[in-house]
């Protein structure tokens, strides 16, 4: 019985010394000199690289296509003067849009060097060298920032303007031929 009761007396004062001692490492992590962007920028990885590249790509590849858009949304709004319909707020908007189009076209042509060097990747979007993969995706946000400038809301004004159209003029339903 005594043994009994000194192994239990030991296991409580075990149990009652672990749980004074700290399992957890407590770090000062916050107080030190917070990152700079330029830090930041530095650890940027080469997976990441290629996947802001591909995004880049993509919008280039549709910035491409924006003159069959414009072709495309003339032929609705047509159709609909014909049906009778006023889209004269959608003809504005498109116009508005088209003409941003054109201003900003000068500054698609010149991304059209950047994308066909594509310097720091390869023809697969890998980075061959990383300083220069920066570079290049670095001059693309800027291109696309100035065309986004240029745009100026013209593009989500025209997106608008079709919304409020085809609320204002919905579709007919057929009705089923019994």
Known sequence: MMIFKKTILGV?????GLGTLSFFSV??????????LAQQQEQITNERLERIWAR?????????R????????????????????????????LDAFAAAVKE??????SMKGIVNS??????NGKVTNLEKAKETVRSMHEKILEIKTVINGTGRALREAIKAFREANPRPTQTPIP
Not at 56 to 64: D, K, N, P, S, T
Not at 73 to 86: F, H, M, P, S, T
């Open 118 to 123: 594509h310097q720091g990747f390869d023809e």
């Open 104 to 109: 900003a076209n000068p500054i698609y042509e």
């Open 12 to 16: 409580v004062i075990a149990a009652l």
């Open 66 to 93: 924006v003159d069959e858009f414009i072709e495309r949304v003339q032929k609705l709004i047509d159709r609909a003067e014909a049906n009778g319909k006023d889209a004269s707020t959608v003809q504005a908007a």
């Open 56 to 64: 880049q790509l993509r919008l280039y590849e549709r910035m491409g």
């Open 27 to 36: 770090s000062a992590e916050g107080l030190s000199a917070p990152t700079t």
